[in-house]
């Protein structure tokens, strides 16, 4: 029920946009992922891409909806004599990043601080077991939620360069029908992790 909850309030915020907006601007976004999952799960490069929606608002604000297909994953190994390989999920993932910081040069530069709750819902997938078989869908909780904080940088009113550590509240593995490998291998593993990221504002 939680995750419903917050999947509904990040479309309600897409659909709600504020009235007071003194600007709205379309723009494109594109980076790259560190995730963390856990100690013996190693770190691998991801990727984002997707559209943007930012809206200014008074006192410095401006709130700045995403959509976003993220390919998080890492590197695991199915047995202890095993090498690690790589594996990833595709989200399409709903961020809303608040943002706030001044403006200077008549809005050439601006730098701000950003905080964003957001949900996500895995599309795809390449994660495969010692035997070379993919993972079926069951094993894994395809839906992510999470809060990220970050810092950024727009240049000239169209380039905008971030970076933030997001915090993944969700567990990769669907506890009630996961095989046990897959929880011996994955068991309280998510994707935390770090996002650089560049976007061009219209």
Not at 32 to 47: A, E, I
Not at 68 to 76: C, E
Not at 97 to 114: A, C, E, K, T, V
Not at 121 to 138: F, L, Q, T, V
Request: net charge neutral; with cysteine; proline share 4%.
């Amino acid at each position: 029920m939680k995750k419903i909850c917050l999947i509904l309030a990040a479309a309600v915020l897409f659909i709600c946009m504020p009235v007071s907006a003194r600007a709205q601007h379309f723009g494109v976004k594109a980076g790259v992922n560190f995730s963390d999952p856990k100690s013996d799960v190693k770190t691998n490069l991801g990727y984002q891409a997707g559209l943007a929606v930012q809206c200014d608002l008074p006192l410095w604000f401006s709130i700045q909806p995403e959509l976003l297909f993220h390919v998080k994953g890492g590197r695991a190994a199915a047995s202890p004599n095993a090498e690690p390989k790589a594996f990833g999920l595709g989200y399409l993932e709903i961020p809303v990043n608040i943002q706030w910081g001044p403006r200077f040069s008549d809005d050439r530069f601006r730098i701000f601080l950003q905080g964003s709750p957001f949900v996500g819902y895995a599309i795809s997938k390449d994660m495969k077991d010692e035997r070379g078989n993919s993972y079926d869908w069951k094993n894994i909780n395809r839906f992510e939620y999470g809060v990220g904080a970050g810092i950024g940088v727009q240049l000239w009113g169209h380039i905008q360069i971030t970076g933030q550590y997001n915090w993944n509240l969700g567990d990769l593995v669907n506890s009630g029908f996961a095989a046990s490998e897959f929880k011996r291998i994955f068991d309280e593993s998510n994707f935390s992790g770090y996002t650089v990221s560049l976007a061009l504002i219209f």
